[in-house]
């Protein structure tokens, strides 16, 4: 099975950027989401990317973010621009969709103060 580490977070001000990797061991054919839980809330898709680069965005990654995937190293970054205290949350990667998820890892917690 596909294991997923995610970091990269940390503490930004407002307006800063970051940018989050998630090194997978072994190989999968299925896309890799970005995924974040914000305090006391669900967690929510950002987006995804296929093998081959191809992206799709949901309304809440749309714009500042940007997904790319590296296949030599096996990896799949989250470039974040821009970012608002909003932004703060866990951020966590998985392979999409949902029916493909395997075990979710620590996360990497990105905090944004104002």
């Known amino acids: 099975q596909v294991q997923l580490v995610e970091s990269g977070g940390g503490l930004v001000q407002a307006g800063g950027s970051l940018r989050l990797s998630c090194d997978l061991s072994?190989?999968?054919?299925?896309?890799i989401a970005w995924y974040r839980q914000p305090p006391g809330k669900q967690r929510e898709l950002l987006g995804s990317?296929?093998?081959?680069?191809?992206?799709v965005y949901e309304d809440s990654g749309e714009g500042r973010f940007t997904i790319s995937r590296d296949n030599v190293k096996n990896s799949v970054y989250l470039q974040m621009n821009s970012l608002k205290p909003e932004d703060t949350a866990v951020y966590y990667c998985n392979l999409f969709p949902a029916r493909y998820w395997v075990s979710w890892g620590q996360g990497t917690q990105v905090t944004v103060s104002s």
């Open positions: 990317i296929t093998f081959g680069g191809s992206t």
């Open positions: 072994g190989r999968t054919p299925n896309p």
